[in-house]
């Protein structure tokens, strides 16, 4: 059941004022490179954790600020999948995908399907945390397996799921990659189709059905990758957009309205890097939206967390 945004500020603690490394006190002790990163109005924690700078590890776990408690994974003996290859004229070269059906069901079985999209530097096999994708839709949740989907992927690049010149990674999933499992039986009929991801691929999920409200009907994003501007996300990652034209036409924050009559979850750590854009988000999120903004980070711990939980939400608004 929908209910409005949630917002879970971070709680501030006092701290005793030892010579601990804290996250601040490293900054604050931080080389050349994190100075002049936040000279440059990016924050070195935020260019850490993207990978652009070394040490995100150690700076996210200084303070336990990344310690969060997730459920133990369950899952059944995973369903059948199919791996290979197809020619993206979107894209313009071969792309790989994955496609995997829940246990109990066969190529040809029709059933909902979720788009799941990789985060930066991952793949159409390198799409969740700590589970592949046949073992994601054959997930326990609550000790009760979850309601019959189908999952696929397919490789997206590094250009932040929106197009750029010579590479349409949206495209690609809109044109290629759905018809493709819709070919298999998948993703047919009204709500039938729901798109998840983690970090870019939470920004690729929201992008897609901001952009295909028709098509996708429900959205669950982990730690999206969603920047407050341009010159943000320019600063970070210069090939996340084309342009600034582009960010404007691609940004979540602004197309949010897009996702009236969606089914949205979005969940993010309020020490993850990305928190600001996610906040902004929950904000203009249509009504009924749902949120978690609550501690963790921007981690395969937070990450590994929230992924059940979105998986679940999926699954009671794709089978219902």
């Not at 990789?118 to 390198?126: E, K, L, N, P, V």
Request: charged share 15%; with cysteine.
């Amino acid at each position: 059941m929908h209910r409005h945004p949630v917002y879970r500020e971070p709680v501030t603690t006092s701290r005793q004022s030892g010579r601990g490394w804290t996250r601040r006190r490293v900054l604050g002790f931080g080389a050349g490179g994190l100075a002049a990163a936040a000279v440059a109005g990016v924050g070195a924690v935020e260019l850490a954790a993207r990978g652009v700078l070394p040490g995100g590890t150690v700076l996210d776990h200084l303070d336990g600020a990344c310690s969060v408690a997730g459920p133990p994974l369950v899952f059944s003996a995973p369903g059948p999948s199919v791996s290979g290859r197809f020619y993206s004229r979107a894209r313009r070269r071969q792309v790989g995908y994955t496609i995997a059906w829940p246990p109990g069901h066969r190529p040809g079985a029709p059933l909902p399907l979720i788009v799941a999209l990789h985060a930066y530097g991952g793949s159409h096999r390198r799409v969740l945390t700590r589970m592949s994708l046949p073992q994601a839709v054959a997930l326990h949740v609550d000790g009760r397996p979850l309601p019959p989907m189908a999952i696929a992927a397919a490789d997206g690049g590094p250009g932040y799921w929106n197009p750029h010149p010579g590479d349409d990674p949206m495209g690609m999933v809109i044109d290629e990659l759905i018809p493709l499992c819709q070919r298999h039986g998948l993703g047919r009929g009204r709500r039938a189709i729901g798109t998840l991801g983690i970090s870019m691929g939470g920004y690729g999920a929201l992008l897609l059905a901001e952009k295909y409200p028709r098509l996708i009907s429900a959205v669950a994003a982990i730690g999206p990758a969603v920047w407050t501007s341009y010159a943000q996300a320019r600063a970070v990652n210069s090939g996340a957009y084309a342009s600034a034209a582009a960010f404007v036409g691609a940004d979540a924050v602004t197309h949010a309205s897009a996702l009236a009559a969606t089914a949205v979850r979005v969940a993010c750590g309020v020490s993850d890097p990305f928190y600001p854009g996610a906040r902004a988000l929950a904000r203009v999120l249509p009504r009924g939206a749902v949120t978690d903004l609550s501690r963790g980070c921007h981690t395969g711990q937070f990450f590994v967390a929230q992924e059940p939980a979105s998986l679940a939400f999926l699954g009671r608004h794709l089978t219902r």
